[in-house]
Antibody
Framework: EVQLVETGGGLVQPGRSLKLSCVASGFTFNNYWMSWTRQAPGKGLEWVASITNSGGSTYYPDSVKGRFTISRDNAQNTLYLQMNSLRSEDTATYYC??????????WGQGVMVTVSS | DIQMTQSPASLSASLGETVTIECRASEDIYNGLAWYQQKPGKSPQLLIYNANSLHTGVPSRFSGSGSGTQYSLKINSLQSEDVASYFCQQYYDYLTFGSGTKLEIK
């Protein structure tokens, strides 16, 4: 059974940093691109970052480019999201997602990040 | 950037009815489109990929169609467990989601 379990969320002050982790199980992790997607409270979905299966290439929307960094450790079946210079508009539930043919076929349960002073 | 315009924002229908949700892309996305269902308090789940392919385990009352810039999700014989928000997503050029449709039972 595919499982994606996110950790690392919490309350953080504006301008500070936070690192999310996602431990994957039930599939061959290094065969798949992985992504992070977020959802602000009561709002829609926003893609945040993607990484190729080898970790050699990464992709971001303009809203987080230069502030967020996606990475992975294939030996540990773990995906990361380093978030720097956090802003109030980054407050959201962050989902770890597995990419398959471009779509996201599995989602984690999500982890809440609140940016507030 | 490709923009996705989803409609309607909300929808109320009776049990057994057929409902349709639409997404329009700002440019041709060559069937690089997925549909997701998100039940209250839960993570989204993939329903449809490549515009019209049903994901494993998804009931056959869900179907996707479209091409070019216009795509739709149809739900036949609406059931109570279909109460959810639905999102489209293009993955032809980077990734963009539609704004979502909240489906309720009348």
């Amino acid at each position: 059974e595919v499982q994606l379990v996110e950790t690392g969320g919490g309350l953080v002050q504006p301008g500070r940093s936070l690192k999310l982790s996602c431990v994957a199980s039930g599939f061959t992790f290094n065969n798949y691109w992985m992504s992070w997607t977020r959802q602000a409270p009561g709002k829609g979905l926003e893609w945040v970052a993607s990484i190729t299966n080898s970790g050699g290439s990464t992709y971001y929307p303009d809203s987080v480019k230069g502030r967020f960094t996606i990475s992975r450790d294939n030996a540990q079946n773990t995906l990361y999201l380093q978030m720097n210079s956090l802003r109030s508009e980054d407050t959201a539930t962050y989902y770890c997602t597995r990419a398959w043919l471009g779509a996201f076929d599995y989602w984690g349960q999500g982890v809440m990040v609140t940016v507030s002073s | 950037d490709i923009q996705m315009t989803q409609s309607p924002a909300s929808l109320s229908a009776s049990l057994g009815e057929t409902v349709t949700i639409e997404c329009r892309a700002s440019e041709d996305i060559y069937n690089g489109l997925a549909w997701y269902q998100q039940k209250p308090g839960k993570s989204p789940q993939l329903l449809i990929y490549n515009a019209n392919s049903l994901h494993t385990g998804v009931p056959s009352r869900f179907s996707g169609s479209g091409s070019g810039t216009q795509y739709s999700l149809k739900i036949n014989s609406l059931q109570s467990e279909d109460v959810a928000s639905y999102f489209c997503q293009q993955y032809y050029d980077y990734l963009t989601f539609g704004s979502g449709t909240k489906l309720e039972i009348k």
